[in-house]
């Protein structure tokens, strides 16, 4: 019966949005005929991130301006369309949904997984606009099964078959680290080499341009830890860390280096040190939102019940300094809750008035939020 409710939504959706295709040529045929870029939904049925997205997202009329606009969108079910086999191997799928958009060649400009509120998603449409003339040339446009080693063909579809002891065998063989796919078995297995992680973190920008931020990300958090984890492994004081830091902040964008500085000082307060009200202070002072780190420490101090004292109050305070208009639904509803744990009402309301301005910007439904804030 789910299966029946969830097919029915997904032709509601190829009626609705009206820039839906049905093949992988007609989307670029069509692309190439209206100059427009596609949109690929990589799902699966049965994820539950997938349906929300076809619930609550992609219907929004926001989001149907946007697509209609400037994009074509083919919906693939990555485990019973032929081309989701194509897609596995071809591009990084290493969360689902996954979004792809490429130029009417078969170009790949951006690749986005995870639950995209409205906002995000016409954002990401948006950067994606902004950055078409852009591609990342790290990946093929045109399949061809012989372009990739036959033990990624298998990892990549079954996620089985790599060993750290063929990843390395693999990285011995390659002549030029930055030819087409080269990386690829590295980025979807999420292994690493020594050998790579100096070439990525001597030269991240090049490997950036190949296969885009949000992809190389993994295996930039990934060298970074194991450098450190060395560097820290006799002295682990904050002047070691701070050294560490020292040795590699120049070789990242600013924007980047913020990046990394959560997930490195993540790993240092909270993995060695246990040093929740170090690792906040730190947070403040290098201020981000990246990924999980927000709301996974939430949730945690949460159900220890340790948003308390100076822990609580610094911790609103980082909420302060990374949650704006621009940040998820999702993630300011958890800084209005953060607010309200601490009993600070003034920013509880502060940030429940942004979270129905978000919504009211994006014709997001905002009854029960209004509704909440009346109540408290």
């Known amino acids: 019966m789910k299966n029946i409710k969830y097919y029915l939504l997904v032709c509601l959706l190829a009626c609705t949005l009206g820039t839906m295709a049905q093949t992988y040529q007609s989307a670029l045929k069509q692309a190439k005929a209206e100059n427009k870029l596609i949109f690929i939904d990589c799902y699966f049925t049965g994820c ?9 997202v992609f219907p929004n009329a926001a989001v149907k ?3 209609a606009k400037d994009f074509v969108m083919l919906k693939v079910d990555i485990f019973k369309d032929k081309l989701g086999d194509t897609l596995k191997v071809q591009h990084i799928l290493n969360g689902f949904p996954t979004f792809l958009v490429l130029n009417a060649k078969g170009e790949l400009i951006s690749n986005s997984s995870g639950y995209k509120d409205p906002g995000d998603l016409i954002g990401l449409l948006a950067d994606a606009k902004q950055q078409q003339n852009k591609s990342l040339k790290g990946y093929s446009a045109v399949f061809k099964e012989s372009d990739y080693p036959a033990f990624y063909h298998e990892f990549a579809k079954t996620r089985k078959g790599i060993t750290g002891e063929i990843i390395a065998t693999y ?17 979807i297995s999420r292994m690493s080499t020594a050998k790579l992680n100096e070439a990525i973190l001597n030269d991240y920008k090049a490997y950036q341009a190949l296969y885009g931020e949000a992809v190389v990300q993994a295996l930039v958090d990934k060298a970074l ?3 450190m984890d060395q560097h820290l492994k006799t002295d682990k004081s904050a002047e070691a860390f701070a050294q560490f830091l020292k040795n590699y902040e120049g070789k990242f964008p600013a924007n980047i280096w913020k990046i990394n500085l959560q997930t490195l000082s993540d790993r240092y307060y909270l993995g060695m040190q246990k040093d929740t009200v170090g690792y906040l202070k ?12 927000f709301s996974a420490l939430y ?3 949460l159900s220890k019940n340790q948003l308390t004292g100076e822990t609580g109050q610094l911790f ?18 958890t800084a209005a809750n953060l607010n309200k744990a601490i009993k600070n009402e003034q920013n509880y309301k502060k940030f429940m008035q942004m979270a129905i301005a978000r919504a009211k910007k994006y014709q997001m439904p905002t009854t029960s939020l209004e509704q909440e804030l009346v109540s408290k």
């Open 282 to 293: 730190f947070a403040i002072q290098h201020p981000v939102l990246y990924q999980y780190h």
């Open 65 to 67: 301006t946007a697509m």
């Open 225 to 227: 830890l194991q450098k």
């Open 48 to 56: 539950i991130p997938c349906a929300q997205m076809d619930e609550d």
């Open 171 to 187: 990285a011995d063989s390659l002549k030029d680290m930055k030819a087409t796919n080269a990386l690829m078995p590295f980025l």
């Open 316 to 333: 609103g305070k980082w909420a302060d300094a990374i949650i704006n208009e621009d940040s998820s639904l999702e993630l300011i509803r």
């Open 299 to 301: 949730s945690r101090l």
